[in-house]
């Protein structure tokens, strides 16, 4: 589990920015939003409230610049990676990116920090913590620019010899980080296999659920108790849902076809997966509906947009529960009800035992969720002669339990979002606008030939 991330030189992020999973002693609707590691408290959710152009997307983009680059393996050793540094100051150009995560393993809790360049990783280090904020190092690795190479340095106490951890150097090149190089090597080692595979598997997934019909259809056919849940949900929308059937129908993959995705230099993980495809699968879904006249079976291209909506979230929601995975998703909720909104949220928040779920949003409706905590919500603002991302944490969490946060916004209490900004009259603009649109001389009068 996530505990913090902090973030520098960032695209539009330029000062450290620290985005923390860690809850507050609030026990009002703790049960549902806590999860306890020893005596540190985490939430499940978080809520990055700001307006467009404030620099959620690029939070969640740190974290998913993090996990690609500790896992990719490119095919190109001099290849870049693909981020910017703040643009709009001229010292940012010339410093170092750095990112500082503190994360849970099972019980056991870790630091890793990564500070790179568009061109290279210049800096990592893993580390453990025992004996409350006691830590020590499991590796560490740094690029000498004298020598032009990367040197690495594992602990004594890691269970590697010598040539082991020589053969991880040499593969440690400019632009792969340690645990991608230690996973090209035929070497096992517990500890290093295990922060990989959080990292892999249960770390961040950035998602967009738009088009996800083809992973929903192959949810339902294949988790019987995931559809149970899903049309038992329905039933609370008053839907006429009563089954969904799915077909699967699988095509051979044309190894012509394989042989040009080859030859397209795909990196190692990508190598992997083209080698293990043998087939496509199309899987379509029909959603029964029951009526007076009788049950009547329709394509999901004939299902409303909320419904689909709806369901493409429950089953991410589903796996990442299952999965203990942290899950990000963009503008979550737009298009949707206050109470389909609310319903997902509580759904993740009642059944997750290891997952989270950090989401940017600018729905109002769930200012209005009956156990909102105070402490989830974090306000995303941009500083205007900066141009520099910021997170307000605290804003939110101090207003008083009893007044309703819906209230607290329109009354201007959070701050850097102003519910009152005022309107843009464009019966002012209106001769200069038409002027621009359809190129009409600005100096002739309404009307005039």
Not at 5 to 29: C, D, G, H, M
Not at 105 to 133: M, Q, T
Not at 147 to 159: A, C, Q, Y
Request: glycine share 4%.
């Amino acid at each position: 589990m996530l505990q913090d991330i902090t973030i520098s030189n960032f695209f539009s992020i330029r000062e450290p920015l620290k985005v923390s999973f860690e809850a507050s002693k609030e026990k009002q609707y703790g049960e549902d939003w806590i999860i306890q590691i020893g005596n540190i408290r985490l939430l499940k959710a978080i809520l990055l409230y700001g307006a467009n152009g404030s620099g959620k997307t690029n939070i969640l983009y740190a974290l998913n610049f993090v996990r690609h680059t500790i896992l990719n393996i490119p095919s190109d050793v001099d290849q870049g990676l693909n981020y910017m540094r703040f643009a709009l100051d001229p010292k940012c150009k010339q410093e170092n990116t750095t990112f500082d995560i503190h994360f849970f393993i099972e019980n056991s809790r870790y630091k890793y920090r990564l500070i790179v360049s568009p061109k290279k990783i210049i800096e990592e280090e893993l580390r453990i913590f025992h004996n409350g904020n006691n830590s020590r190092s499991i590796y560490s690795r740094k690029f000498s620019a004298e020598k032009g190479v990367n040197i690495v340095r594992f602990v004594t106490w890691l269970p590697l010899t010598p040539k082991e951890r020589k053969s991880i150097e040499e593969a440690t090149a400019a632009n792969i980080s340690v645990l991608s190089s230690y996973s090209t090597r035929n070497i096992s080692c517990e500890e290093l296999t295990k922060v990989r595979n959080y990292f892999k598997y249960e770390f961040f997934k950035l998602y967009s659920v738009d088009g996800a019909d083809q992973e929903v259809a192959k949810a339902i056919k294949e988790d019987p108790h995931f559809k149970t849940i899903l049309i038992d949900l329905l039933q609370t929308f008053h839907s006429n849902i009563v089954n969904i059937e799915v077909e699967e129908e699988k095509r051979n993959i044309p190894e012509e076809a394989l042989d040009i995705l080859l030859k397209m230099h795909p990196s190692e993980s990508e190598r992997e997966v083209i080698a293990n495809l043998k087939t496509l699968s199309k899987w379509t879904s029909k959603y029964v509906h029951r009526t007076e006249i009788g049950d009547f079976a329709l394509s999901d291209d004939l299902q409303s947009e909320g419904t689909k909506t709806f369901i493409r979230h429950l089953a991410l929601f589903y796996k990442a529960i299952k999965g203990n995975w942290l899950v990000a998703l963009d503008e979550f909720g737009s298009g949707m009800q206050a109470k389909t909104q609310h319903l997902l949220l509580d759904f993740f928040l009642k059944f997750s035992r290891g997952s989270q779920l950090i989401f940017a949003t600018q729905s109002l409706g769930f200012l209005d969720f009956p156990s909102m905590r105070r402490d989830a919500i974090k306000i995303v603002s941009k500083i205007r002669n900066i141009g520099n991302t910021h997170l307000d944490p605290d804003t939110v969490k101090g207003i008083h339990k009893n007044i309703k946060l819906r209230r607290a916004y329109n009354n201007g209490r959070f701050k850097t979002i102003d519910p009152n900004e005022p309107e843009i009259d464009l019966n002012e603009r209106g001769h200069q606008y038409k002027s621009l649109i359809f190129g009409e001389d600005l100096n002739r009068k309404e009307g005039e030939i």
